[in-house]
């Protein structure tokens, strides 16, 4: 399976603030997930990253908030901008890949970030 | 709406014994049921998973078990162990071209020594 590297692992930030959090695949993959998990809570997915077009949001996540960029099958970032004490979560990068007809998603180790 | 619901939210098992956790599903166009195991600092890693055409699958000590009609999945360990004391989620999703996983709300295992 895919190995990601998703940096920081950790942030503390001022209100107001944006942070840019960094995704890296060890190989290229066509599905890319980010994904939020409050504390305590399971994950809701935030976006499907698509490669050279806009990425593809669900309800209650909108782009102004949380734009994503993914250059190329390797890499993405998510960037939570304007931030609140109420975007303190996990985010969390993961991938997807179909292996002879079976789904393989792997996730990255997550980012925990606290607002301030 | 919650499509996938995971029961129950905690479960504490003595070692040795057999932890059981469920999940059921509303959305009949789900194909790929998996679990993942999330330890405290570390994002959800792939257990076992199971697609709709068996109706088990074991790896190990862990077993899925699917029953198509009513729509439910189950995650069997047996011998627990306190190494497998840890959150568990299910998921599942659907053969379409986004693929989103669609989880569950978790279970907080604990495993007696």
């Known amino acids: 399976s895919a190995v990601i590297s998703q940096k920081p692992s950790r942030d503390i930030c001022q209100r107001g603030t944006s942070l840019t959090i960094q995704c890296q695949v060890d190989?290229?993959?066509?599905?890319m997930f980010w994904y939020r998990q409050q504390p305590g809570q399971s994950l809701t997915l935030i976006a499907t990253a698509n490669q050279g077009s806009e990425a593809t949001y669900e309800s209650g996540f909108v782009i102004d908030k949380f734009p994503i960029s993914r250059p190329n099958l390797t890499f993405s970032t998510l960037t939570v901008s304007n931030m609140s004490p109420e975007d303190s979560s996990i985010y969390l990068c993961s991938v997807g890949a179909v292996v002879l007809k079976n789904y393989g998603y792997t996730f990255g180790s997550g980012t925990r970030l606290t607002v301030v | 709406q919650q499509q996938v619901k995971q029961s129950p939210q905690s479960l504490i098992v003595q070692k040795g014994g057999i932890s059981i956790i469920n999940c059921a599903y509303e959305n009949t166009a789900f194909d790929y049921f998996p679990w993942y195991q999330q330890f405290p600092g570390k994002g959800p890693a792939l257990l076992i998973a199971?697609?709709?055409?068996?109706s088990e699958k074991k790896e190990g000590r862990f077993t899925i078990s699917f029953n198509k009609s009513a729509k439910q999945f189950s995650l069997h360990i047996m011998d627990s162990q306190p190494g497998d004391s840890a959150t568990y989620f299910c998921a599942a999703a659907t053969s379409g071209s986004a693929r989103q996983l669609t989880f569950g709300s978790g279970t907080q295992l604990t495993v007696l020594p």
């Open positions: 190989s290229q993959v066509t599905m």
């Open positions: 199971i697609r709709p055409d068996v």
